[in-house]
């Protein structure tokens, strides 16, 4: 589903490169955990994901297309593939819950009956059935991240990339998320997660990538948190 | 493509930087306002080229009737002759430095006269009788040498009333509306590009104060047409709101200073018609549209990463 062939991602004007060498393969419908330390190269190698950045060396694949190869005009197509969740939520907050989901089929152009449908079903999925005509502000944390992951599911993508989901939440709200989160990796969707909350990781007992420095130093099938130095 | 979703979304813009949006169209008018009258006064110059100056540098005034009283030096022998003025045409004809000649008569002349000087009340107590017939004449080098040569070989021969010089005449005209053209099309550009720049600001802001949405657009695979489109059209209903002032302005400015103080003072021409005007707003609407939604396109280019 997504595969790092020989990735190198140096910055203009650094001389330090942010990933260094990464080759790896993410296969359809597993759950990967990305852990490091910040400036370990996470938001690098998800924003390679996304094509919101290109590699200095090497090749990233995305659902079997070679994204270098990707024109700009195809980008938004690739992007409807993959569903985003940040630690900040990212919601509208002049928009209800019902609309800031359907904001997201909208503005691909999907038809008012099919957006009539997908809305409350995807609510429903996150257990917020019933939540819809409330304001982001009205909801608690972890309501507003499930009204986010319902806005990154509502499209069924092949691939939901989560950054930090659960950075701002308490641990049980946070417990609560993951179940959601592997409910819809169970379903088929490949998620990769970037934390830093050990506990989550340790429970879970999911594919782990670690990146320090730049450098894969560890890709641990059912592994732990640990610390490897 | 959801219609109602991008009108809200292009309000929604425009409100929200009122100001700057009124900033927008007023700079926006009073260029195009200004490049409309530029283009107004090119269409007038070029309309009198191709009715007079082309065509004739030299008039020559044939006695009327009523001259030998109102100019008793020149036309002493009463009105003009059929012979005498045979004589003239094949004179003029023959002469080496007159390249055309066209007779006009005092019925052509009234015509002529009437349709110019329309709606003016003169034109009740004018009959075809005092307007003089006239010979005019197109000259092979229309220098003042040649215009001054033709005056002193005419002027004063048999039923001549007088020999004019149609392009001192026209001068202080011209001169009028190039002057307008010039100092017209100066504030156009230097308008134009104040506009320019405010509407990059504007749909830079506009940009910013929308960069949650835009950047979830993004994230959804929104294309790019579909997240700038709101931003052009905003640009475009500014450039639009622009033009409609600037056709205000043309309008009045034909109304006012053509129709009720140019026109009054040199009856002897015409004047460039309303369907000018509404040809110059329709050269504006284009115009105005390609510089808003251009320089929005610009903006967004540099503001909005997609």
């Known amino acids: 589903m997504i595969r790092f062939d020989q990735v190198s991602k140096t910055y203009p004007n650094q001389n330090r490169p942010a990933l260094r060498d990464i080759s790896l393969e993410i296969e359809r419908g597993e759950f990967v955990f990305v852990i490091g330390s910040s400036g370990s190269g996470k938001s690098t190698f998800m924003r390679l994901i996304l094509r919101e950045e290109r590699p200095s060396t090497g090749r990233v694949y995305v659902a079997g297309k070679d994204l270098s190869k990707l024109s700009n005009w195809k980008i938004p197509q690739l992007r409807r593939q993959i569903g985003t969740v940040f630690q900040d939520f990212r919601l509208l907050p002049n928009k209800t819950v019902e609309q800031n989901v359907a904001f997201a089929l909208e503005v691909i152009g999907k038809s008012r009956p099919t957006i009539g449908k997908a809305v409350p079903e995807v609510l429903d999925l996150v257990g917020l059935g019933g939540k819809g005509g409330r304001f982001p502000n009205e909801l608690s944390g972890g309501e507003q991240q499930r009204v986010a992951i319902a806005r990154a599911f509502v499209n069924r993508p092949m691939v939901l990339i989560a950054d930090e989901p659960t950075g701002n939440l308490d641990p049980e709200t946070s417990v609560g998320i993951m179940k959601l989160l592997d409910r819809i990796n169970r379903a088929g969707t490949t998620v990769v997660m970037v934390t830093h909350d050990q506990a989550i990781v340790n429970q879970m007992r999911r594919r782990v990538l670690e990146l320090d420095g730049g450098n894969l130093v560890r890709d641990q099938s059912r592994g732990v948190y640990g610390y490897v130095r | ?306």
């Open chain 2, 1 to 306: 493509m959801r219609a109602q979703f991008v009108f809200s979304e292009i309000f929604v813009g425009l409100r929200r930087n009122l100001t700057m949006t009124i900033a927008v169209v007023v700079s926006a008018a009073v260029a195009l306002g200004m490049l409309g009258v530029a283009l107004l006064m090119v269409f007038q110059t070029s309309q009198m080229k191709d009715f007079w100056y082309d065509k004739v540098e030299v008039s020559v005034f044939l006695c009327t009737k009523t001259d030998q009283t109102l100019h008793p030096t020149t036309c002493s022998g009463g009105q003009v002759t059929d012979t005498q003025m045979t004589a003239l045409q094949t004179d003029l004809t023959g002469n080496p430095l007159v390249q055309q000649v066209f007779p006009e008569t005092q019925a052509e002349a009234f015509a002529h006269y009437k349709d110019q000087a329309k709606g003016s009340p003169v034109t009740e107590y004018v009959t075809p009788d005092q307007i003089p017939a006239s010979l005019r004449v197109k000259l092979k080098n229309p220098s003042t040498e040649n215009i001054d040569a033709l005056r002193s070989t005419y002027q004063g021969q048999q039923g001549v009333e007088e020999v004019a010089d149609q392009k001192t005449i026209l001068k202080p005209l011209f001169k009028l509306f190039s002057g307008l053209t010039v100092s017209a099309s100066t504030v156009a550009v230097v308008m134009v590009g104040l506009a320019l720049m405010l509407i990059v600001n504007t749909v830079r802001l506009s940009a910013f104060s929308r960069r949650r949405e835009t950047g979830i657009m993004r994230l959804v695979g929104a294309s790019n047409f579909y997240i700038r489109l709101p931003f052009l059209m905003e640009g475009a209903v500014a450039g639009l709101g622009g033009v409609a002032v600037a056709a205000l302005g043309v309008a009045s400015f034909k109304f006012f200073l053509i129709d009720r103080v140019l026109a009054p003072s040199f009856t002897f021409t015409s004047f460039v018609g309303w369907d000018k005007v509404l040809l110059t707003v329709l050269i504006l609407v284009p115009v105005g549209l390609l510089m808003a939604v251009g320089a929005s396109a610009l903006s967004l280019r540099k503001y909005l990463k997609v």
